[in-house]
């Protein structure tokens, strides 16, 4: 799979008079913070060009799938935000947004009471009906749930047919999933479950549809198989959280994922991941960030374009000695840079043998001296790495240890186990078990030997599972 090639707006043709328009965003991320650098004039431009893309591609709907805010408790201010995007893109064309793994499904219910989402009331009086024309601009879809419950929309479209939404937000695994009991047993893999879940999504959005006037669209904060984190890595889910998306319905014109944040063609080229729309960190650096056009026409293939968005401050890491930095300047601008400053080179007035003066004449710290070299650019943090002759390991006093790592543990445990046993012994834990089962990792970690620990049952029961994507 290669990078997507994108499109300015003004380069996506009109839409044709007998498709149906999507326009597809994904992971926001409200209230992300590089290296505790807030990034709300990023997100404040990038939206403005979003919402200018919008009016300019005049879609039937727009899809969000997942991961608007960064917390699942966001601050008040991205809260806000988030409000004023959602109603300005609600005046453009009606909106479903999707909760990902990020968002928490309060966060998200609350959100849809802000916008005057009317579905879950209508839903809990027993009078949704997923068939009829959505009554709402804005529909926040908070939780994974059925489509009485409001996990599937139908809205008009300019075209003259109808635009079937089919709504899966983020499923946490491990999580009770009280409106699926009927399809889900109690012992089902996480991927049977994803799975009977669409099979059920794709029956509910195929009831009354006329495959020669209406379209359909799957949207989805889902890992689907095989799909990369970045550019040269691919992503190694365990086939238990990875869905394959072969599966999904063939029916659907288009598939809109969230969660990864590389954009990218999907499922034989049926969908994509938009991917987020700055760089949130610098794993990120230097990707592309876009949007998704996609028209549908009934009967025929799906076109879709990828839309470029260029607002918003990159990030960088750079690595030069402090000579360098000042040259690079005007390139860095106004972005965000983490800077690692190296030794000075031979060749730039230093010899091998030379005692480097690691003041720089005029500042206190190296740090000042980094802002006064790049005046313009968001310095996010230094990092001092000259000094490559001195060998670290000579300066520090290695403490001769004569016990074993396993008598250490023991010494220690013997002074602050029973304690930190006490403070957690919701599960009746026996201190001398907690000592020989250290010995036991330990001496299965040395030798490079499997681990058997009788109690992994137990453990693996309290360990939850979610994703950082
Ligand atoms: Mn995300």
């Excluded at 999907?266 to 990120?284: K, T, W």
């Amino acid at each position: 799979m290669n990078s997507l090639r994108t499109l300015s707006s003004d380069a996506v043709p009109a839409r044709p008079e007998t498709a149906v328009r999507v326009l597809h965003t994904s992971d926001w991320h409200l209230g992300v913070t590089v290296r505790d650098e807030p990034r709300e004039v990023d997100h404040d431009s990038v939206i403005a060009e979003i919402i200018e893309i919008a009016v300019a591609v005049q879609p039937d709907a727009i899809i969000h799938t997942g991961d608007l805010f960064n917390s699942g408790r966001p601050a008040m201010a991205d809260f806000g935000r988030a409000i004023r995007a959602l109603r300005e893109l609600g005046e453009i064309a009606p909106v479903a947004v999707l909760a990902g793994n990020h968002d928490s499904a309060i966060a998200m219910e609350t959100l849809g009471v802000a916008v005057g989402d009317p579905v879950p009331e209508l839903a809990s009086e027993n009078s949704y009906d997923p068939l009829a024309f959505s009554p709402t601009r804005i529909r926040v879809m908070h939780r994974p749930t059925t489509a009485a419950h409001g996990a599937v929309l139908t809205l008009s479209t300019q075209a003259g047919g109808r635009l079937r939404v089919a709504g899966l937000p983020f499923l946490h695994a491990n999580r009770v999933l009280g409106d699926f009991d009927d399809i889900l047993a109690a012992n089902a893999t996480y991927a049977d479950s994803v799975r009977k879940i669409c099979d059920l999504l794709a029956k509910s959005a195929f009831v009354d549809f006329d495959t020669s006037a209406d379209v359909a669209v799957f949207a989805s904060h889902l890992h689907v198989s095989s799909a990369r984190t970045s550019t040269e890595k691919e992503i190694h889910v365990s086939s238990e959280y990875a869905t394959d998306p072969t599966h999904i319905d063939s029916v659907y014109g288009y598939l809109a994922f969230g969660h990864i944040h590389i954009a990218q063609a999907v499922a034989d080229n049926r969908g994509r991941y938009a991917g987020s729309i700055l760089e949130i960190d610098f794993g990120e650096e230097g990707e592309t960030k876009q949007l998704v056009v996609a028209d549908l026409t009934p009967g025929r293939p799906t076109k879709i374009y990828d839309v470029a968005l260029t607002a918003g401050r990159r990030i960088h890491r750079i690595r030069a000695p402090y000579s360098a930095l000042a040259e690079r300047a005007a390139v860095l601008g106004h972005d965000l840079v983490e800077v690692t400053v190296e030794h000075e080179r031979k060749g730039d007035g230093f010899e091998e043998n030379d005692t480097v003066s690691l003041e720089i004449p005029g500042y206190d710290t190296l740090t000042a001296a980094v802002h006064a070299a790049l005046p313009d650019a968001c310095v996010v943090s230094v990092v001092d790495a000259r000094r490559p002759d001195v060998n670290v390991a000579d300066e520090v006093e290695v403490p001769e240890i004569t016990e074993t790592p396993t008598q250490l543990f023991r010494g220690w445990f013997a002074e602050h186990g029973q304690a930190l046993v006490d403070r957690h012994n919701a599960h009746g834990a026996d201190p001398e078990r907690v000592a020989s089962l250290f010995e036991e990792i330990h001496a299965a970690t040395t030798t490079e030997s499997d681990v058997e620990i009788a109690e992994s049952g137990i453990i693996a029961a309290l360990i939850g599972d979610e994703g950082d994507t």
